[in-house]
């Protein structure tokens, strides 16, 4: 009704307008923030710059996928008179290959009508996915520096720069090579100029190596009309994505022009004020009613996300559950989220030590990104690990969500993440034998719980060793619930999600969808090997030879040799007993044989590492899977090449 009485009044009094210009104008050098950036997927900010895909030296990630929008939606189109901006997008950065030889995928500067939404892994750069590629309301304009030859999308080759409009095949490509002398993945720093001229409907890119001077020859042109392509307003950015190949993809800084508009016109009189005073009136009326709803959802969230809980350790019946924090506490905890604090990274957020103000107790704050996914993650998290307690799992303090970010609050772990510790210096031996086994029972108790103690069963699926953190003494606590699913115990639940992270997911997760507790079951044994050999699941790079790539197939191969002692991590030096060393090595096996049946549950495991159970026979070569058994030319290889087509959706493999 007062919409109604607001419309008279318009029409009854003549209004002058008032013309407003809305040129954009931004530059950031060294300086991006989360209040200035939208970060999806992958993204982060260290130090200042953009970080769009996982470092897998750092983290043992592929499929790595990310996207970073400025904050802010950008005028590029007037409706009424159908005029399209012109802009300049400058911007430096780099692509650092982490093998050596080959590299993947590479890097775009996009732009997109949503900031909710990002493309899948692979060849895709992440621009699009195969739900909007060739849909017309997708509304996708790139400019990508490719580093992958993919004959699916008709690249050029492994080295070139493209115009992508609505789809991954490029309209117009250069060899980045033969234009400018550039080798797009070495990791030099690079200028990219990206200039749109709307009255001659002109783009052009320009590119540089190491220097600032803007080139007088553009690298590669093409005319394009964007008044078909672009909304009024549109978000600006990048995007980034790795497979099965793997590389650093950083943007250090950014200058952004968007010009040539006619003016926004805006309604003004003194008039104005008494029916704007009427509009208010509207608007704060439906804000309470949005308001209060709200409040109520959040209280109601409240109840059922801070439950009370058994302790399962100490038997002294329940204790409160996880409580609410308020955004400031952690702000000033972390020191504003500082860089200084940064504790790591990983596929569902950052995670920063924080120091509490009122009585200067450590916590772990981890900063879930708040799209769509990270939504999901957050609550599946927070619902799920607040009921549970067990000394091998990281105790969840509270939560947060405020100023557009979700939070959790974990007690700190001073010794950080067993993939850490782990590989942290490859010359020096950090964890003795005597650690390694009390990590491993303790995973091992922790997965028994999960799968056989609770109310209802539940299934990790992402164990891995930057998911295993290590307290004061060096246990061993399992953290990261974001992907985990309840079940009931005589089922399991359904899905036909692709989830995990490559080198610790179940054969069967990938070729036949299935999920059960013996799929975190093999993602233990990996985990196992990894602890005793001090290799990665996947040993990459050019001087690791083939047979060593896979580590449960090269330590199968020296079970067959019955030379399975030489598996074991080098650095222990003779600071082991050889007996418990190989029963843990085969029990490593036998968790990663390729048919679920033939695995042991987790509370089997737990009994033979206890010397409560003997030791199963294991074959003495790796076995076949039954699913496999008719096409034996299945090859690691094969998989690879599939997923790297970003078939398969995470670094975190995952499709959530």
């Known amino acids: 009704m007062l919409f109604n009485v607001f419309w008279l009044l318009l029409n009854a009094f003549p209004i002058p307008l008032l013309s407003l210009t809305q040129d954009t104008s931004f530059s950031m050098i060294h300086d991006f923030t989360q209040e200035n950036m939208c970060l999806l997927g992958s993204s982060f900010i260290r130090q200042g710059d953009l970080e769009l895909t996982l470092d897998s030296t750092v983290l043992p990630v592929t499929f790595s996928v990310g996207r970073a929008l400025y904050n802010n939606m950008v005028r590029l189109r007037d409706p009424a008179s159908n005029t399209v901006a012109s802009f300049q997008s400058v911007f430096g950065f780099s692509i650092q290959s982490l093998t050596g ?3 993947g995928d590479g890097l775009a500067f996009i732009i997109v009508p949503d900031d909710s939404s990002i493309g899948s892994y692979g060849g895709w750069l992440g621009v699009l996915n195969t739900t909007t590629l060739g849909n017309p309301s997708s509304r996708t304009f790139a400019v990508e520096f490719d580093t992958y030859d993919n004959p699916k999308f008709q690249d050029l080759n492994s080295n070139h720069v493209g115009i992508d409009i609505d789809t991954m095949v490029s309209s117009v490509s250069v060899d980045a090579w033969a234009g400018a002398g550039i080798n797009l993945s070495e990791g030099a720093n690079l200028t990219a100029w990206i200039d749109y001229d709307a009255g001659m409907k002109l783009l052009e890119v320009r590119l540089m190596q190491n220097s600032l001077q803007k080139p007088l020859s553009p690298l590669l042109n093409a005319t394009v009309d964007f008044s078909q392509l672009f909304d009024e307003y549109m978000y600006v950015g990048f995007s980034a994505a790795t497979g099965s190949l793997v590389e650093v993809h950083t943007v ?29 009136l509207s608007l704060a009326v439906g804000l309470c009613v949005v308001v209060q709803r709200k409040l109520l959802r959040r209280m109601e969230l409240c109840s059922a996300l801070a439950p009370s809980y058994y302790d399962h350790d100490s038997g002294s019946g329940l204790i409160s559950g996880p409580r609410k924090f308020t955004y400031k506490e952690l702000s000033l905890a972390t020191k504003d989220f500082s860089s200084q604090r940064l504790l790591g990274m990983g596929g569902s957020g950052s995670v920063y030590k924080g120091v509490m103000p009122d009585d200067g107790a450590m916590v772990a704050v981890k900063c879930i990104s708040g799209d ?4 999901k993650e957050f609550l599946v998290e927070l619902s799920i690990i607040s009921k549970l307690r067990h000394r091998n799992l990281v105790p969840l303090q509270g939560w947060c969500h405020g100023k557009g970010q979700l939070l959790l609050v974990y ?11 782990l590989f942290a210096n490859p010359e020096e031996c950090v964890l003795c034998w005597e650690r390694r086994s009390k990590i491993v029972i ?5 997965l028994t719980y999960l799968h056989e103690e609770c109310e209802q069963r539940v299934l990790h699926r992402d164990v891995k060793a930057s998911n295993v953190m290590l307290d004061a003494s060096f246990n061993a606590r399992l953290g990261d619930f974001g992907l985990a699913r309840l079940s ?6 359904e899905t036909t999600e692709i989830v995990g992270t490559f080198g610790y997911m179940a054969p069967e997760s990938t070729r036949v969808g299935t999920l059960t507790e013996k799929s975190d079951v093999f993602s233990f044994g990996a985990v196992t090997l990894e602890i005793v050999c001090g290799r990665r699941p996947i040993q990459r790079g050019a001087a690791t030879p083939p047979d060593e790539i896979v580590l449960v197939d090269w330590v199968w191969g020296l079970h067959q040799k019955q030379k399975l002692l030489q598996a074991v991590d080098p650095r222990l030096g003779a600071q082991h007993n050889a007996e418990e060393v190989t029963k843990f090595l085969l029990v490593g096996l036998l968790c990663s044989h390729p048919d679920p049946d033939a695995r042991p549950t987790m509370r089997h495991v737990m009994q033979i590492l206890s010397e409560d159970a003997p030791l199963p026979v294991v074959p003495s070569s790796k076995p076949v899977p039954t699913y496999l058994a008719t096409d034996p ?6 998989i690879i090449t599939v997923e790297h087509d970003g078939l398969c959706s ?3 493999i995952s499709s959530c």
């Open 650 to 652: 995470s670094s975190t």
């Open 252 to 280: 250090y800084s950014w200058n952004f022009t968007a010009t040539g508009l006619p003016p926004v016109e805006v309604l003004v009189t003194g008039f104005c004020i008494g029916v704007g005073g009427l509009l208010t």
């Open 442 to 446: 303790g995973i091992a108790a922790a």
């Open 372 to 375: 769509s996914k990270g939504k």
């Open 101 to 103: 030889v080959a590299a």
């Open 488 to 493: 009931e115990h005589n089922k399991s639940p």
């Open 411 to 421: 007690d700190y772990m001073p010794n950080g993440s067993l993939d850490k510790l």
């Open 633 to 638: 030319s299945i090859r690691l290889h094969d």
